[in-house]
Protein backbone atom coordinates (compact mmCIF):
# COMPACT_ATOMS: atom_id res chain seq x y z
CA UNK A 1 0.00 0.00 0.00
CA UNK A 2 1.21 3.43 -0.97
CA UNK A 3 -0.13 5.51 2.26
CA UNK A 4 -0.82 4.33 5.56
CA UNK A 5 -2.78 7.77 6.36
CA UNK A 6 -4.60 10.32 4.57
CA UNK A 7 -5.87 13.73 5.49
CA UNK A 8 -8.88 15.51 4.39
CA UNK A 9 -9.82 18.72 4.00
CA UNK A 10 -14.07 19.16 4.75
CA UNK A 11 -15.58 21.91 2.84
CA UNK A 12 -15.16 21.14 -1.05
CA UNK A 13 -13.86 17.85 -0.30
CA UNK A 14 -16.09 15.70 1.41
CA UNK A 15 -19.09 18.14 1.92
CA UNK A 16 -20.80 20.13 -0.52
CA UNK A 17 -21.32 22.88 1.21
CA UNK A 18 -20.84 26.16 -0.98
CA UNK A 19 -24.76 27.14 -0.86
CA UNK A 20 -25.03 26.30 3.40
CA UNK A 21 -21.66 28.52 3.52
CA UNK A 22 -22.74 31.22 1.10
CA UNK A 23 -26.29 31.59 3.18
CA UNK A 24 -25.10 31.54 6.37
CA UNK A 25 -22.60 34.37 5.65
CA UNK A 26 -25.31 36.52 3.60
CA UNK A 27 -27.25 35.80 7.05
CA UNK A 28 -24.67 37.12 9.30
CA UNK A 29 -23.87 40.32 7.54
CA UNK A 30 -28.23 40.86 6.64
CA UNK A 31 -28.61 40.27 10.44
CA UNK A 32 -25.36 42.18 12.19
CA UNK A 33 -24.73 44.51 9.85
CA UNK A 34 -28.03 45.68 8.57
CA UNK A 35 -27.08 45.21 5.20
CA UNK A 36 -26.43 42.47 1.78
CA UNK A 37 -23.48 41.25 1.04
CA UNK A 38 -22.25 41.37 -1.95
CA UNK A 39 -20.64 38.59 -4.42
CA UNK A 40 -17.20 39.49 -3.56
CA UNK A 41 -17.43 39.61 0.03
CA UNK A 42 -19.14 36.39 0.20
CA UNK A 43 -16.53 34.97 -1.50
CA UNK A 44 -13.15 36.67 -0.40
CA UNK A 45 -10.62 34.59 1.70
CA UNK A 46 -13.13 31.43 0.77
CA UNK A 47 -11.76 28.33 2.48
CA UNK A 48 -9.89 30.68 5.24
CA UNK A 49 -11.38 30.39 9.08
CA UNK A 50 -14.86 31.74 9.35
CA UNK A 51 -13.21 34.96 11.86
CA UNK A 52 -10.63 35.39 8.89
CA UNK A 53 -13.41 35.81 6.31
CA UNK A 54 -15.44 38.28 9.31
CA UNK A 55 -12.33 40.03 9.50
CA UNK A 56 -12.25 41.02 6.09
CA UNK A 57 -15.26 42.88 5.91
CA UNK A 58 -16.16 44.07 10.07
CA UNK A 59 -14.56 45.10 12.77
CA UNK A 60 -13.29 43.23 15.42
CA UNK A 61 -15.71 43.73 17.93
CA UNK A 62 -18.47 42.95 15.66
CA UNK A 63 -16.53 39.40 14.65
CA UNK A 64 -18.06 37.15 17.62
CA UNK A 65 -21.88 38.74 16.81
CA UNK A 66 -21.39 37.67 12.98
CA UNK A 67 -19.81 34.72 13.82
CA UNK A 68 -22.92 33.60 16.42
CA UNK A 69 -25.23 34.63 13.84
CA UNK A 70 -23.56 32.76 10.78
CA UNK A 71 -23.52 29.72 13.14
CA UNK A 72 -27.33 30.18 13.78
CA UNK A 73 -28.14 29.72 9.90
CA UNK A 74 -25.80 27.27 9.31
CA UNK A 75 -27.17 24.87 11.94
CA UNK A 76 -30.38 25.32 10.48
CA UNK A 77 -30.09 24.74 7.30
CA UNK A 78 -27.24 22.12 6.91
CA UNK A 79 -29.27 19.32 6.34
CA UNK A 80 -30.87 21.53 3.70
CA UNK A 81 -28.56 23.23 1.37
CA UNK A 82 -25.74 20.54 1.80
CA UNK A 83 -24.51 16.88 1.49
CA UNK A 84 -21.80 14.71 0.79
CA UNK A 85 -20.31 14.98 -2.61
CA UNK A 86 -21.05 11.41 -4.31
CA UNK A 87 -18.86 8.78 -4.05
CA UNK A 88 -17.57 10.08 -1.02
CA UNK A 89 -18.95 7.81 1.84
CA UNK A 90 -17.67 4.14 -0.69
CA UNK A 91 -14.14 6.70 -0.96
CA UNK A 92 -13.81 6.30 2.76
CA UNK A 93 -15.03 2.97 3.48
CA UNK A 94 -12.44 1.65 0.84
CA UNK A 95 -9.71 3.75 1.90
CA UNK A 96 -10.25 2.60 5.94
CA UNK A 97 -10.79 -0.78 4.60
CA UNK A 98 -7.50 -0.70 3.43
CA UNK A 99 -5.95 -0.23 6.79
CA UNK A 100 -5.47 3.63 6.75
CA UNK A 101 -6.07 5.47 8.92
CA UNK A 102 -8.02 8.97 8.27
CA UNK A 103 -7.95 12.30 9.85
CA UNK A 104 -9.95 15.42 8.72
CA UNK A 105 -8.22 19.12 8.83
CA UNK A 106 -10.58 21.77 8.81
CA UNK A 107 -11.69 25.10 10.16
CA UNK A 108 -14.35 23.28 11.84
CA UNK A 109 -15.35 20.29 12.87
CA UNK A 110 -19.14 18.84 11.19
CA UNK A 111 -18.30 15.60 10.64
CA UNK A 112 -21.57 14.46 12.63
CA UNK A 113 -24.11 16.79 10.89
CA UNK A 114 -23.13 14.25 8.18
CA UNK A 115 -22.94 10.83 9.13
CA UNK A 116 -18.81 10.89 8.75
CA UNK A 117 -17.55 11.31 12.03
CA UNK A 118 -17.37 6.82 11.92
CA UNK A 119 -14.40 7.05 9.04
CA UNK A 120 -12.38 9.26 11.22
CA UNK A 121 -9.67 8.38 14.13
CA UNK A 122 -8.91 12.44 14.37
CA UNK A 123 -9.57 15.96 13.77
CA UNK A 124 -7.92 18.99 13.85
CA UNK A 125 -9.61 22.19 13.13
CA UNK A 126 -8.56 25.91 14.01
CA UNK A 127 -9.22 25.63 17.48
CA UNK A 128 -6.43 23.44 17.93
CA UNK A 129 -3.81 25.64 16.27
CA UNK A 130 -2.07 28.77 16.33
CA UNK A 131 -1.89 29.38 12.43
CA UNK A 132 -3.47 27.28 10.25
CA UNK A 133 -3.91 26.41 6.70
CA UNK A 134 -1.74 26.90 4.27
CA UNK A 135 0.90 26.76 7.37
CA UNK A 136 2.31 23.24 8.11
CA UNK A 137 0.93 23.36 12.10
CA UNK A 138 -2.77 21.90 11.31
CA UNK A 139 -1.40 19.11 8.97
CA UNK A 140 1.91 18.15 11.45
CA UNK A 141 -0.73 18.09 14.49
CA UNK A 142 -2.82 15.53 12.61
CA UNK A 143 0.08 13.26 11.98
CA UNK A 144 1.06 13.46 15.78
CA UNK A 145 -2.39 12.39 16.60
CA UNK A 146 -2.60 9.97 14.04
CA UNK A 147 1.06 8.51 14.72
CA UNK A 148 1.45 9.15 10.93
CA UNK A 149 5.08 9.26 9.57
CA UNK A 150 5.28 12.18 6.87
CA UNK A 151 6.66 9.94 3.87
CA UNK A 152 3.17 7.33 4.50
CA UNK A 153 0.49 10.16 4.46
CA UNK A 154 -1.06 12.17 1.69
CA UNK A 155 -3.36 15.04 2.09
CA UNK A 156 -5.97 15.59 0.01
CA UNK A 157 -7.94 19.14 -0.42
CA UNK A 158 -9.42 21.27 -2.73
CA UNK A 159 -7.83 24.21 -1.96
CA UNK A 160 -4.76 25.82 -2.72
CA UNK A 161 -4.54 26.22 0.84
CA UNK A 162 -4.57 22.40 1.61
CA UNK A 163 -1.88 21.92 -0.75
CA UNK A 164 0.86 24.52 0.51
CA UNK A 165 -0.14 23.29 3.77
CA UNK A 166 0.21 19.90 2.67
CA UNK A 167 3.63 20.24 1.31
CA UNK A 168 5.18 23.11 4.20
CA UNK A 169 4.49 20.07 6.66
CA UNK A 170 6.28 17.87 3.99
CA UNK A 171 3.68 14.96 3.10
CA UNK A 172 2.56 14.25 -0.24
CA UNK A 173 -0.47 16.22 -1.82
CA UNK A 174 -3.53 15.62 -3.98
CA UNK A 175 -5.87 18.15 -5.45
CA UNK A 176 -8.87 16.88 -4.86
CA UNK A 177 -10.99 18.26 -8.28
CA UNK A 178 -14.26 16.74 -7.80
CA UNK A 179 -15.75 20.01 -6.51
CA UNK A 180 -13.77 22.39 -5.93
CA UNK A 181 -14.46 25.91 -7.12
CA UNK A 182 -10.50 26.97 -7.22
CA UNK A 183 -9.32 23.98 -9.68
CA UNK A 184 -6.40 26.64 -10.97
CA UNK A 185 -5.16 27.24 -7.64
CA UNK A 186 -5.27 24.03 -6.34
CA UNK A 187 -3.08 22.56 -9.38
CA UNK A 188 -1.03 25.62 -9.77
CA UNK A 189 -0.27 25.30 -6.06
CA UNK A 190 1.76 21.98 -7.26
CA UNK A 191 -0.35 18.87 -5.89
CA UNK A 192 1.92 15.82 -6.11
CA UNK A 193 -1.38 13.80 -7.40
CA UNK A 194 -4.59 15.12 -9.09
CA UNK A 195 -8.11 13.30 -8.12
CA UNK A 196 -10.80 13.99 -10.58
CA UNK A 197 -12.99 11.87 -8.76
CA UNK A 198 -13.39 10.42 -5.05
CA UNK A 199 -12.72 6.92 -6.35
CA UNK A 200 -9.05 8.53 -7.79
CA UNK A 201 -7.98 8.55 -4.10
CA UNK A 202 -8.78 4.85 -3.43
CA UNK A 203 -5.96 4.48 -6.42
CA UNK A 204 -3.73 6.26 -4.85
CA UNK A 205 -3.44 4.53 -1.73
CA UNK A 206 -3.48 1.44 -2.52
CA UNK A 207 -0.75 2.40 -5.42
Do not use: N
Request: charged share 25%.
Amino acid sequence: MRFQAVLFDLDGTLIDSFALITEAFRFAVRTVLKREASDEEVLTRWGEPLRVRLGAIADAEQIPTLSDAYTVAYREHHHRLAAPFPGVQQMLEQVRGLGCRLAVVTSKHDLEAFGLDRYFDAAVTFEDVTLFKPAPEPVAEALRRLGAAQEGTLMVGDAAFDILAGKAAGVHTAAALWGTREREAALDAGPDHVAERPEDVVSLVSG
